[in-house]
Nanobody, 116 residues
Framework: QVQLVESGGGLVQPGGSLRLSCAASGFTFSSYAMSWYRQAPGKERELVATITSADGSTSYADSVKGRFTISRDNAKNTVYLQMNNLKPEDTGVYYC?????????WGQGTQVTVSS
């Protein structure tokens, strides 16, 4: 069955870095656009970054441009989110998402907490 399993979250001080991973299985990973979303307490889920399936083009929310980098390894069926210079407002649950046509899959999320 389809699975998206996130890992790499944790507690980090402001200015620190984390690398999130999302391991995919049960579908043709290379054919799907992959995204990271996040949801802070009391707020709606928001799109953080996307990487396409076709040419690996990337896009980012304005709030993370220049600090976060999304990448994918189709041989490992894994998408990554490198997060640098983290800020307290980056705190939330980070979710991995796969989309192709009418198919839309989500992971269970991984908690990121940025606090001193």
């Amino acid at each position: 069955q389809v699975q998206l399993v996130e890992s790499g979250g944790g507690l980090v001080q402001p200015g620190g870095s984390l690398r999130l991973s999302c391991a995919a299985s049960g579908f043709t990973f290379s054919s799907y656009a992959m995204s990271w979303y996040r949801q802070a307490p009391g707020k709606e889920r928001e799109l953080v970054a996307t990487i396409t399936s076709a040419d690996g083009s990337t896009s980012y929310a304005d709030s993370v441009k220049g600090r976060f980098t999304i990448s994918r390894d189709n041989a490992k069926n894994t998408v990554y989110l490198q997060m640098n210079n983290l800020k307290p407002e980056d705190t939330g649950v980070y979710y991995c998402n796969a989309v192709r046509g009418g198919f839309d899959y989500w992971g269970q999320g991984t908690q990121v907490t940025v606090s001193s």
